[in-house]
């Protein structure tokens, strides 16, 4: 009984993980919307962000039917306050110039694919079936972000700089997408999701493929952030939440 | 009740939202049509999970078939098998290229950047002819284009910008 249970919330907290990491990097990709440096990248960021907020709907959709409590999408998106959020630390770390961006985007989604991947082979078909779905569309996230960060790496001096400086900053907090809790390891011996270190060939590999073709060096450190995924945050993430569930929060069950 | 063959033939009739020379039917995005005792259920699959248009084509279909005179009727979303551009009827393939948007390349979709990198490197990448002058001297703009499914290019040879409906 104790078992099953627990079995419960881990796939409701496993749930959050997925949908909370497409949440606010979904949110975080849409703030360059009007922003970005020539229009076909706004398009393109617009685009991608609306991807990862679609994803959301699917995977808090199915967190909130998992809970049982009523809770859906919105409930979770909007009413959750930040210690509840279970979202990988890289990103909710800010957009920072276009590079830190693209090498935020190009580092997770060297891992969101991958992950996609092997959710596909879930136990439980709901989740192979929403991975599928995603999956499609994150094959070409990927495929636009390491484009870029090869052009930007083997660019300029001023993008090389840059694209090097964006890696430094966000290279401690790529551990966290391999690290195993007591949650990862309950899903992976259910077969309900793949354990996260079993991502991390295929994300080394491609990594470091595709730094090399950018002349990027990923940094010594073996120091790695973590407990986003257990709602530990940074402080970003508040301020940014602020600004997400603001409507929501000012009047209740708006809708128009 | 209505025979499920005339309801495939109004279906037809409703147009995409974002591209409206095709139909929903076109799109492929109808995935079955049957009774539910007396309700009609019309099973509708999104193309990209974040397309804005998905809630416009559920309230389109709806509206079609009410104006019909369909009374009791369910709109259900399956995810499995996801959508693919494998599904366009190829009579859809013609009417996108005279709307001036160049329809999907079967069998192109993203492989992951692997098979993305091979093909920069050797030079074999995707050729998109013009839908405009039919010119193979194409080039890709951006990955994505005005709409999650497609993507922006620009002939070289008469210089028009156009949207490719990308494999997917």
């Known amino acids: ?256 | 009740m209505v025979e499920l063959a005339q309801v495939w033939d109004w279906l037809a009739e409703v147009p995409d939202p974002e591209i409206p020379v095709i139909s929903v039917t076109d799109l492929g995005i109808v995935r079955d049509v049957a009774y539910d005792g007396d309700t009609l259920v019309v099973t509708v699959t999104p193309t990209y999970s974040g397309c804005p248009a998905t809630s416009v084509i559920n309230f389109e279909i709806e509206k079609a078939l009410r104006a019909q005179g369909v009374e009791k009727l369910r709109l259900e979303r399956r995810l499995d098998p996801p959508w693919s551009t494998d599904w366009l009827a190829p009579e859809a393939r013609e009417k996108l290229r005279a709307y001036g948007i160049a329809p999907p390349i079967d069998g192109t979709g993203a492989q992951g950047v692997v098979a993305g990198r091979i093909n920069r490197l050797t030079g074999a990448a995707l050729t998109v002819p013009c839908p405009r002058c039919g010119s193979e001297q194409t080039q890709k703009v951006s990955q994505f284009g005005s709409t999650p499914c497609k993507a922006a290019y620009q002939c070289r040879d008469c210089l028009e910008p156009f949207d490719y409906f990308k494999c997917i």
């Open chain 1, 1 to 256: 009984m104790s078992v099953a249970l627990d079995l419960d919330l881990a796939l409701f907290e496993g749930l959050c993980r997925l949908g909370d990491s497409t949440l606010v990097l979904g949110h975080r990709v849409s703030e360059w919307c009007g922003h970005a440096p020539v229009l076909e990248e706004d398009i393109a960021l617009a685009n991608v962000a609306l991807d990862l907020i679609g994803q959301t709907q699917m995977w808090l959709g199915l967190a909130g039917e998992a809970e049982g409590k009523g809770r859906d999408a919105d409930a979770l998106a909007f009413r959750r306050d930040v210690w509840d959020f279970r979202n990988l630390l890289l990103v909710e770390r800010p957009n920072g110039d276009f590079g830190q961006t693209l090498m935020r985007q190009f580092l997770f989604d060297a891992w969101h694919q991958p992950m996609l991947k092997a959710l596909e082979a879930s136990s439980d078909p709901r989740i192979a079936a929403i991975a599928a779905k995603a999956g499609r569309e994150v094959a070409y996230h990927l495929e636009r972000s390491a484009d870029l960060v090869i052009r930007l790496g083997d660019g300029t001096a001023e993008s090389h700089a840059r694209m090097q400086s964006a890696l430094d900053r966000l290279w401690p907090y790529t551990g966290e997408m391999m690290m195993s809790d007591d949650t990862d390891r309950a899903l992976a011996e259910a077969g309900i999701m793949p354990a996260p270190d079993s991502i991390r060939p295929q994300w080394d590999a491609l990594v470091a493929e595709v730094l090399s073709e950018a002349t990027l060096k990923a940094p010594d450190q073996r120091f790695m952030h973590k407990g986003g995924k257990q709602g530990t945050h940074s402080e970003h993430l508040g301020h940014m939440l602020a600004t997400m569930q603001w409507l929501q929060r000012a009047y209740p069950d708006a809708t128009w």
